[in-house]
């Protein structure tokens, strides 16, 4: 199965779209040569980055564009009085052949007003992928963002795992969100399909409702009564000496049968969810009892999953008691028990082999619980034993801020110019073909974004370049480059890509231009290149990110990068947009 | 092609479920008889009340639920330790044919814990439906709400139009949101797809784009030369006729070239966008000329969007506009300049015909732009000349709470009531299967809902019933409900559904229990009633609204509508939740 929702077809699209590839054919213009530039205004959540994902996607469904007869039926049913020619070229003749497409890599860092994609071609074909496009952009790039936030909150060493199945905003919602938090630094997903379709490393124990199922020790059944690892001993007969030894006779019955039963089938991943009755009074004790019985089998316990309460202290309170274990096991208070009860099969060394090499105290806690950028900062400022994050409905419905607000806009056409004005100052476009270029710094730290029309020539290290504010006439700067790498944008050369292990990867990181030539979908020119793996887009995206500075980065408050403009395009905007604004008459 | 979704299928779900199900089988209690309620706590928006979405998609995956050997080749790989013949059971026993749900009808309005899903039924598939269902549940409710709520901000007569598909959270957050959202209230969508799959009324025009292809008159194609309607003139001469009638000549070239192509293509549904330079200066004078064109050819232009800047403000401006050239033609002023310059075919009285029953002062105002809950009440106490809001970003994503919180909680195995206990009250559930009554007052208004054990007598008209706080003991209400329906809940009786048309609806609609019956799968007893239409169910939401009082409907600090529990179900709750909790031990 793989990752392609059965939604995304040529009708997936508004009505105007249509509408207007009508009126283009009708009259005559939908062989037109036009440009159009999908971007967007803003960062999402008050941040100064994003990162541009979906391309895949797009690629994918590009390639398969197919109108079908249902389609066409549709269609006349909706435009009852149009030309019935028109239904017969937009079945035969609206290809996307001649359609090109230019965008960054998938996974770069990308920034307001840059073109993510660059679409080419006939204006017909090219005015209807306006929402599609947008749709296959607008999620993907938000919610790999979010999870690019949160992996730079939480930073390298902690686990961040996706939770967010059954709050996301619909099936595909979820799968998105699986995928594209993934790319964006998460490090697995509960979501079993996701984990199908797209290779995803998945992670679950289980829920409330599997230790409320039980509710008393009556309720094991005979596999309780089997010996587990290398003990000959039955394994309820272990905890229950546990549980004796471990003075924890007053914990939910129901829930230490749970756990009992949960170690006999999971022996290898044995971790508890502690919450249902009492973390403190019922879960921690309870698991702990599990746990070492399984240690006594010569098996792992892996860890505890707190899902309500108090996360700071819970997760302090479960990591002080994970220690004191250690410390009686150490002290050998409890094997004198266990070999003075006589009930275990194995001998004092392989205790001994055991207990050097694991350890309480490194079992892992795993928290959840409506998890977000606010509680994750305040967990670290009280201080906290958590080892994973499950992070779930803010993650997956991006709920600071649930949608980018990406556009589509026609930038040219059959060689000329078009600028679209607003009431609104920074609704206005920057018209013409553009390339983009991210100049680095002395440090190969970026300095800045540097759009240019596509006839003028690329900046070159060393060389002093004039980088103009698209709005504000005297902020500009002299950029002298120590690194642009050189562009050859009709390319698909590999030296552009990321490739793991690939020797020149470093030199396209730091120098390249960050839009990506993606050669006409009919050609051959497909390289691998324009595919990469999740998990090599994945390991682009972290890298990236190391180069920029800090205070970009950062999640409150963060200073803006800059994007700027050729002279000659910022003339060319300003001489456009004069021409195109009517002069008000007051009176 | 169908209103369904690819990826709903059995593993999509998080992998807890499938380790639970595993347990479960490994201990031999893969058939124990179990419910589940699926339920929310909190209603969204800080509103008061919800309403019930995404039945039918429930109920069509439970119809065709299908283990593939894909789905089972693949879970081996990631259970690797598990016996083997799990994997046989999973693929050949694993049925829904002893799962039965119960469910309010499909856009019922529902409360906080009141199950909006009873799921019954042996105990592994049970478990295994819990993430799947969520994930159907939340969304199509929480846009269905939403939707509701801004019918009721608008009241009954503006029209609402949903915009959301570039902005959704992936195609499948569009679909939805553009079904659900016509459920809840919404007249129509931009979505093709989603009128194709669903016969959801569609709507649309064009973009700036579209505007900003023309740079001028002369990009104005041959058909401008042919004549419209009933007119002999070429339509472009008559335009340029009444641009100088009207003393436009300082408008937008561009934009008045693309409102005349636009008004060849589409004569009857004319409709413009007028925002791309310069609403007051050339957007609006410039479709003046053209509708008052299409006018003189004995045509009706319908209106236009505003797309940005001040909407109350600019929608005012337009009316005024619209207003004035009502008076220009009725002074016959236009009328005699037209005659003079005798350019046009038709006689003076088909003049007088059209404009008997046509005044631009009722083109139509479409209004877009981020419009949101605040942004609409801002309007309503600006004033504003505004007839149809097209609403994309915050309706579609629900922005202002992205996820509907709903949990899924065994209440019930072999017979015995089940509780789950937390550190937060609001997170305890309530034990056992519950039915769930709306009970009415002599207004015929919603007084409470009730939840009583199944096992208890249904309340009575004319009886009185003792309704209690969940959790809080002393907070109780003796209610006599004037109106309470006969409860046949093993049926699935019409008298049960809103059928339009049918005879008992009014009776159904203010007396019926809200928990409705649905028949095991397996059976033929999928009664036609199971599958209502979208329109009788977006007919449903509206005409139950219409009940409940005012204070607990508005859009802000709304009053709370009362959910309690019957005597015999406080004090089971009450009694279970002792006995789980253990006694902390301080020290």
Chains 1, 2 share one sequence.
Not at 49 to 65: D, H, P, R, V, W
Not at 147 to 159: E, H, I, M, S, T
């Amino acid at each position: 199965m793989e990752f392609h929702n059965n939604f995304v077809c040529p009708l997936l699209t508004d009505l105007y779209e249509v509408s207007m590839v009508y009126a283009y054919w009708k009259s005559g213009r939908q062989n037109n040569i036009s440009a159009f530039d999908l971007f967007f205004r803003k960062n999402p959540f008050r941040g100064e980055f994003t990162i541009f994902a979906g391309l895949s996607q797009i690629l994918k469904f590009m390639e398969t564009f197919k109108v079908t007869v249902e389609h066409i039926n549709f269609l006349k049913q909706i435009l009852p009085n149009a030309d019935p020619e028109f239904f017969i070229w937009f079945k035969e003749e609206l290809k996307l052949k001649d359609v090109i497409v230019y965008a960054p890599i998938e996974g770069t860092v990308v920034f307001p007003r840059e073109p993510l994609l660059r679409v080419e071609g006939p204006l017909a074909a090219c005015q209807l992928l306006e929402t599609v496009l947008l749709n296959l952009v607008n999620f993907p790039s938000l919610v790999c963002t979010n999870a690019a936030r949160y992996r730079l909150l939480c930073g390298p060493n902690k686990q961040l795992l996706e939770f967010g199945l059954r709050r996301a905003q619909g099936p595909d919602g979820a799968m998105s969100a699986s995928v594209y938090s993934f790319m964006g630094g998460f490090d697995g997903t509960s979501n079993v399909l996701a984990s199908l379709t797209s290779g995803i490393p998945i992670y679950g124990t289980h829920a409330h409702a599997f230790i409320t199922s039980f509710s008393g020790l009556s309720d094991l059944e005979q596999h309780a009564d089997e010996p587990l690892g290398n003990s000959s001993v039955p394994f309820r007969e272990v905890c229950m000496r546990n549980r004796q030894a471990l003075s924890c006779e007053y914990t939910n019955d129901g829930e230490l049968a749970a756990f009992i039963s949960y170690a006999l089938c999971f022996p290898q991943t044995f971790l508890c969810l502690v919450d249902t009755y009492s973390t403190e009074e019922s879960g921690i004790p309870n698991f702990l009892v599990v746990s070492l019985s399984l240690v006594q089998c010569g098996l792992r316990p892996v860890g505890v999953r707190l899902d309500s309460g108090d996360l700071a202290y819970l997760s302090k309170f479960a990591r002080t008691k994970f220690k004191e274990l250690d410390e009686k096991v150490i002290s050998r208070y409890l094997f004198w028990l266990t070999q003075k009860q006589a009930v275990y099969s194995f001998h004092a060394t392989q205790v001994g082999i055991i207990l050097d090499d694991f350890k309480f105290e490194n079992l892992k806690i795993v928290a959840s619980n409506d998890l977000n950028e606010t509680t994750l900062s305040s967990l670290e400022l009280q201080g906290h034993a958590i080892d994973c994050f499950g992070i779930g409905t803010n993650l997956v419905t991006c709920q600071s801020q649930p949608a980018l607000g990406c556009v589509y806009k026609m930038v040219e056409i059959e060689g000329s110019p078009r600028i679209k004005l607003s009431q609104e100052i920074e609704k206005v476009t920057i018209p013409g073909r553009k390339k983009c270029y991210r100049l680095f710094g002395k440090e190969r730290v970026p300095l800045l974004d540097l759009m240019v029309h596509v006839s003028e020539d690329e900046p070159k290290a060393g060389h002093r370049v004039l980088c103009r504010h698209p709005f504000i006439e005297n902020k500009r700067a002299f950029v002298s480059p120590a690194l642009v790498a050189s562009v050859r944008l009709e390319s698909t050369c590999p030296a552009y890509c990321l490739c793991p292990g690939h020797s020149s990867a470093r030199l396209c990181l730091e120098g390249r231009p960050i839009q990506k030539f993606y050669a006409p979908l009919s050609a051959v020119a497909y390289s691998s290149c324009n595919y990469r793996t999740l998990y090599e887009i994945r390991q682009y995206v972290q890298e990236q990110l190391k180069y920029f500075r800090e205070d970009i980065l950062r999640p409150v408050n963060p200073t803006p990068y800059k994007v700027s403009l050729s002279d000659d395009l910022f003339t060319s905007l300003h001489s456009l947009w004069m021409a195109a604004s009517p002069i008000a008459d007051l009176c």
